[in-house]
């Protein structure tokens, strides 16, 4: 079982829906990121947190220590946002294997 | 304040042969790591670097080396190529912090190709 689990794999959406992607850690942590991958391969950091919740913009954020578990969540889904995203851990740092969004207009 | 940039972004090399790709780290950055990213999967970590002096590395053989700089720019060497080296390499950099650890930044990545 891998280290850092997300789910879904693959999510295709309408433009305008309410996205979840989740992800399950099994290792002890002091912060999860949450980054985006452009194709051509580019990663631009989203949030990185070790409690609570963050929000930016359309993005939110969420993390529950105690279960082991983040979400990201995206309101008004846009094309755009069509990317993979991809949780990692710290301090040793694994990531998980992403999800790939894909919003149709 | 300049951002992460990694040369060359592109490269094709044969099988037995040797790579060296380049990483210069964000301003005011002194960590910085290197992963590697096959084709559909995420990143896995190769090693970093803190004040040139490896300190963490992932599960990959000793082909895979590498240095920092004193101005905290970094080199990811290949030795002995192998087809299953072909994935694209991404470099982070990420300030020190006390008591925990900074945001990553990324590069573009490098991709390799070995045939």
């Known amino acids: 079982k891998n280290e850092v689990e997300q789910s879904p794999q693959n999510l295709t959406a309408q433009e305008g829906e309410f996205i979840t992607i989740n992800c399950s850690y099994s290792?002890?942590?002091?912060?999860l990121h949450w980054l985006q991958q452009h194709p051509g391969g580019g990663i631009v950091s989203l949030f990185m947190l070790s409690s609570g919740k963050k929000k930016h913009g359309r993005l939110i954020a969420t993390i529950n220590i105690q279960e082991k578990h983040s979400s990201l969540h995206i309101t008004a889904s846009h094309p755009r946002d069509s990317a993979v995203y991809i949780c990692a851990v710290y301090d040793k740092i694994i990531f998980g294997k992403g999800t790939r969004l894909h919003i149709l207009p | 304040e300049t951002g992460v940039t990694q040369s060359p972004t592109h490269l094709i090399k044969t099988r037995g042969q040797q790579v060296t790709l380049r990483c210069s780290s964000q301003?005011?950055?002194?960590?910085v790591s290197w992963y590697q990213q096959a084709l559909g999967q995420g990143p896995q970590f190769i090693f970093q670097y803190y004040r040139e002096e490896e300190n963490g590395r992932g599960n990959f053989p000793p082909r895979f080396s590498g240095l920092q700089f004193p101005n905290y720019s970094s080199e990811l060497n290949v030795n002995a190529l192998e087809l299953d080296d072909s994935a694209l390499y991404l470099c982070a950099s990420r300030p020190r912090l006390a008591g925990g650890s900074g945001e990553l930044f990324f590069g573009e990545g490098s991709r390799l190709t070995v045939l």
């Open positions: 301003s005011g950055h002194n960590t």
């Open positions: 290792v002890g942590i002091s912060a």
